[in-house]
């Protein structure tokens, strides 16, 4: 079992920057894939990037690579995703989750946090 608190959303003008971190407890989070997606409303869950166990391997989506970054500090149990250059389209509830293996369907995570909400103004 894992459990995932989200933190660090806000209010940014667009093209500033903030950085999500997702703190983790459970006594394996540190052999877990985490991944970051984010929902807008009216919209579907979207897929954004995802880190396996040791940070050796990342993957993310099209729409978000080259400004967002997803890391991991097994140590603080806690995984990151720097968001930069935002833009007012970014305006979303960021979740972040986790699931025990690497590769295999971009959605399937078996544990999830709560959401939190990144607004960006234009």
């Known amino acids: 079992q894992v459990q995932l608190v989200e933190s660090g959303g806000g209010l940014v003008q667009a093209g500033g920057s903030l950085r999500l971190s997702c703190a983790a407890s459970?006594?394996?989070?540190?052999?877990?894939?985490m991944g970051w997606f984010r929902q807008a409303p009216g919209k579907a869950r979207e897929f954004l990037a995802a880190i396996n166990w040791n940070g050796g391997s990342t993957d993310y989506a099209d729409s978000v690579k080259g400004r967002f970054t997803i890391s991991r500090d097994n140590a603080k149990n806690t995984v990151y995703l720097q968001l930069n250059s935002l833009k007012p389209e970014d305006t979303a509830v960021y979740y972040c989750?986790?699931?025990?293996?690497?590769?295999?369907?971009?959605?399937?995570?078996?544990?999830w946090g709560q959401g939190t909400q990144v607004t960006v103004s234009s």
């Open positions: 459970g006594r394996t989070y540190n052999t877990y894939v």
């Open positions: 989750a986790a699931r025990s293996r690497w590769g295999g369907l971009r959605d399937e995570y078996a544990y």
